[in-house]
T-cell receptor, first 112, second 114 residues
Framework: DQQVKQNSPSLSVQEGRISILNCDYTNSMFDYFLWYKKYPAEGPTFLISISSIKDKNEDGRFTVFLNKSAKHLSLHIVPSQPGDSAVYFCAASTSGNTPLVFGKGTRLSVIA | GAGVSQSPSNKVTEKGKDVELRCDPISGHTALYWYRQSLGQGLEFLIYFQGNSAPDKSGLPSDRFSAERTGGSVSTLTIQRTQQEDSAVYLC????????????FGSGTRLTVV
């Protein structure tokens, strides 16, 4: 049973527009959430995180929103750039004491 | 080293053979994780080492899979009697402290079982 779900396998966005990637989770014990970005033939790299005590965290063009009641988080990228084209993985853990649980990823294509 | 190093980067093996995959974590990182990514799937947790504690093996898919970490540093993931469904990218990550924070991943080993 998937505890972290990314229901959109792919997303295509025009350069300059906003990209919104979504993630749902089922385990109410999760309290720390992360987004990783992965280019082909490379390992995932950390992008941004959020603790359950917050509902928003912003870092430059990247913002993560957390809706605990809906068990939903989203990653906003604005403005989107061609270099943002990659697979984005949502991940979650419990108090940082358990290995990260990852979703299946969403492939973002930013079209120039 | 500066990053997490994995070797080999690619491995093709015949069904039934044993394989060993190596991970050299960032110096000083006490936690080490193995994940795999099968085609069209997310990152599946396999095993986790934290310092001198007994490893968390809860993600290993079968008893053909084993891993060890020598001297709290280098780790080897061994798959015995490989099957075609073992074909995947095997990713290693390390972190400074226990748990879900601050993973640094290696580039992975792409294993193909023919």
């Amino acid at each position: 049973d998937q505890q972290v779900k990314q229901n959109s396998p792919s997303l295509s966005v025009q350069e300059g527009r906003i990209s919104i990637l979504n993630c749902d989770y089922t385990n109410s014990m999760f309290d720390y959430f992360l987004w990783y970005k992965k280019y082909p033939a490379e390992g995932p790299t950390f992008l941004i995180s959020i603790s359950s005590i917050k509902d928003k965290n912003e870092d430059g063009r990247f913002t993560v929103f957390l809706n605990k009641s809906a068990k939903h988080l989203s990653l906003h990228i604005v403005p989107s750039q061609p270099g943002d084209s990659a697979v984005y993985f949502c991940a979650a853990s419990t108090s940082g004491n358990t290995p990260l649980v990852f979703g299946k990823g969403t492939r973002l294509s930013v079209i120039a | 080293g500066a990053g997490v190093s994995q070797s080999p980067s690619n491995k093709v093996t015949e069904k039934g053979k044993d394989v060993e995959l190596r991970c050299d974590p960032i110096s000083g990182h006490t936690a080490l994780y193995w994940y795999r990514q099968s085609l069209g799937q997310g990152l599946e947790f396999l095993i986790y080492f934290q310092g001198n504690s007994a490893p968390d093996k809860s993600g290993l898919p079968s008893d053909r899979f084993s891993a060890e970490r020598t001297g709290g540093s280098v780790s080897t993931l061994t798959i015995q009697r490989t099957q075609q469904e073992d074909s995947a990218v095997y990713l290693c990550a390390s972190s400074l402290v226990q748990g879900g924070y601050g993973y640094t991943f290696g580039s992975g080993t792409r294993l193909t079982v023919v």
